[in-house]
């Protein structure tokens, strides 16, 4: 695992406690029929993001190599497996995603159908790193 550009392209993220509540409220509010709503918590940084994952793991760190770089390793990557016959690619605009900085709010739901979200990232950190220990997983 790497960052690429280390790590400052945005994500959004969603606590599933969060998601289950949006969908548990658009399920039952008439207001909601034929409707589509975004749902998230916010967005931070892959750095941010992941970080915690790696911190949970007792991981110091996770490198980061310029998006060059990741450019190279995804053509080597994807042309090393075609020689080896692997079906499993790397889609070369995958990178994009991870230096990208898109942002989407969940304002049409919070103003149409009054949902909030309960959990932010932190405490949904502290309840996944939780549950990772509780099932063995960490």
Avoid: C
């Avoid at 409707?35 to 490198?63: C, H, Q, S």
């Avoid at 980061?64 to 692997?86: C, D, F, I, K, Q």
Wanted: glycine fraction near 10%.
């Amino acid at each position: 695992m790497f960052f690429v550009n280390g790590g400052r392209g945005m994500l959004n993220y969603v606590y599933i406690d969060n998601l289950v509540d949006a969908i548990l409220i658009a399920a039952e509010d008439e207001r909601a029929v034929g409707e589509a709503f975004i749902v998230n918590d916010g967005a931070t940084t892959w750095r941010e993001f992941l970080g915690a994952y790696a911190r949970m793991a007792g991981k110091d760190g996770i490198p980061s190599v310029p998006l060059w770089a990741a450019e190279l390793w995804v053509h080597y990557r994807n042309l090393a497996a075609a020689w080896r016959g692997e079906t499993t690619r790397v889609p070369p605009n995958a990178l994009g995603f991870l230096v990208g900085s898109a942002v989407y709010k969940q304002s049409r739901i919070e103003e149409k159908l009054g949902h909030r979200s309960r959990v932010g990232l932190e405490e949904g950190m502290n309840r996944t790193e939780a549950w990772f220990r509780e099932t063995g997983l960490l």
